[in-house]
Nanobody, 119 residues
């Protein structure tokens, strides 16, 4: 069974930084798989939205509100994705979820990690 485990959420002041990490594990994962890993977020009372994604070939996309402030990358370990969040704003407060989509159509979600930006 595939599992996505997130870490790195917490409380930070406006203008601060946080680094989220997500590692996928499972017997069906392959280092040669074609996949997209990304981060979504959901604020209270709002729909879940895509924050950033990166394909196994390194193609990256960002949501407009985070462009220039957030950086997504594949971690050093296989099947790891990292989201570096800088210049955080109160409106970035949300639960952040790791996501992985396989070329087969299978999709997996992490349980989420809370990011709170407040003074």
């Amino acid at each position: 069974q595939v599992q996505l485990v997130e870490s790195g959420g917490g409380l930070v002041q406006p203008g601060g930084s946080l680094r989220l990490s997500c590692t996928a594990s499972g017997i069906n994962l392959s280092i040669f798989s074609i996949n997209t890993m990304g981060w979504y977020r959901q604020a209270p009372g709002k729909q879940r939205e895509l924050v950033a994604s990166i394909t196994s070939r390194g193609i990256i996309s960002y949501a407009d509100p985070v462009k220039g402030r957030f950086t997504i990358s594949r971690g050093n370990a296989v099947n790891t994705v990292v989201l570096q969040m800088d210049s955080l704003k109160p409106e970035d407060t949300a639960d952040y979820y790791c996501n992985r989509k396989e070329s087969t159509g299978m999709e997996y979600w992490g349980k989420g990690t809370l990011v709170t930006v407040s003074s």
